[in-house]
């Protein structure tokens, strides 16, 4: 697949590096990023055909040396606003194709930046996506590890893994009790697992140390973090895996395990169970083999699991997104939660912190202040947010009047022309978009951080927890997201080129702030990576642990960070 993308970067016949599958070519960025790069290296087979819903396969080794100068393929997913459209980039198809399917199953790649220096045993950072795992692509140009890699002096890692239904999925005729791991339906968290063995067997020859490793994740990749740190496969492995764990606006929590009301990052197996059924049941109904879910029922229990099994792994993901679109989402089937089935996600990750049963390595957790601004339809979920979407433009429209958008002229885009008016004026009490928004992040994000929080505290002290407060883009974006969920990764990888949200967060008003404040959480990171403690000398102030909390931040022409 790698014949479909352009290539990125200068190959570089000296930047071949022999992994235990074969050898790869990179590519000498050093002029224009100081780093060099391999993009696209394949950590496991491809999970089509017979693989799909199988746990990750070693790749096939090869022996001639593979280019790795352009990022492999997406994951297959429905297109989101977060997603790679159809070109594995940021470009206007993502607008064009929502809702229809994108990327490849062939997915199974990652990539790697470090600086352009010959030093060795550098600190190890795996950055782990969001997207609620049902979109997201490493190619995305604010995942970019280069600023990152040269600013923090370390090697970075991004990767690729399976999604929504193809990344966790229960089934019971897909367990034939051959793969006992991949017959856990926690495929996506299985990738991830395959990346630090990868990581662990192969990083040395990218100059990085693989017994000082952080694993760092943001939304729904914070929530695999926190898995990661709870499964029995990562605490069982020899060596370990990783050594720090950054969980940027993510916990995992059932809703038995939060206060009533509020909104759980984590589904029982139950969830599972179900939706894998619904999902059989609308492909079966859509074939003409049943009209209803009982005659569905009774077809699939005329066949033999093999049949089933085989039915299912021959339909498009095309066909497989159109059901969820159509039947599981209206009726609250139609997100992707791991499976908590014990054996690869424990059963209660929080339980088993708790417990004391989960890899005790020092943390940074985040949040950002505006948390809940980036999703603005969830204010339809219930009366008591409001019952209507927060936005009355759509996903497409958004997106456009984003890209066009011209941050340092005069504006003649207000909150009206976006915001729902029964949410106007912005700041009234109780029903305005900031206080609808605020009850959203308390029963959303705040009570699964919390959550966490309590639980950990008994077990370790190296914590450490930041708010994101950074509030600067330019009107009227400065009231729709503020300091949203995701605003905080471009700030700590240092990309706010091209992207989704570039234009709303950018402006040269905001320029010297900004990149102030980046480099400050870049820096902090790099220390953390290095020490396991994120201060340094040139923090400018102490940042202690939890339960106090560092507040970054910035006006338009410098950071701002305090202690609170």
Known sequence: MQGAFVNQGNPNPALV????????????????????????????????GELRWCAPVEPDPWTEPRWATCFGPASAQYGLIHGPGLNNTYDDTIASSLGQAVGNEDCLYLNIWRPATADRDLPVILFIHGGANLTGFTADPVYDGAELARSAHAVVVTANFRLGV???????????GQDPLGDTGNYGTLDQIQVLRFIRDNIAEFGGNSGNVTVMGQSAGAMNVHALLTSPVVLEAKPQLFHRAVLMSGALALASELPP???????????????????????????????????????????????????????????????VLRKLLPVGLGIASLIPEGAVVANSPLTAIKAGAYLKVPLILSTTRDEAKLFQSFLALSPLLGGLPGLIVSDATRLKLMRDFQPDAPQTLGVTDLIQPAYLPVEAPGTGYEARMALLNHIFFVVNLEAMLQALTPQQSDIWLYRFDWDEEPAPWDVVYGAAHLFDTPFVFGTFGPSVFSNAICSQANEGGRLALSQAMMNALSAFARTGDPNHEGLGLTWPIWP?????????????????
């Open 17 to 48: 590096r022999h992994t235990v599958y074969g050898p790869v070519r990179g590519a000498d960025d050093s002029a224009s990023s100081g780093t060099h790069a391999w993009k696209g290296i394949p950590f496991a087979k491809p999970p089509v």
């Open 261 to 323: 009301g509020s909104i759980p990052t984590l589904q029982p197996v139950a969830y599972s169970q179900t939706q894998g059924r619904a999902l059989l049941n609308a492909l079966v109904i859509a074939d003409g083999f049943a009209a209803d879910d009982a005659s569905a029922d009774a077809w699939v229990a005329a066949q033999v699991p093999d049949f089933v099994a085989d039915y299912l792994r021959s339909k498009s993901p095309q066909e497989l997104f159109t059901q």
């Open 166 to 176: 193809l990344g966790w999925f229960n089934l019971p005729q897909l367990k034939a």
């Open 548 to 564: 106090a909390k560092l507040i970054f931040d910035a006006t338009r022409s410098e950071k701002i960070l305090s202690v609170i």
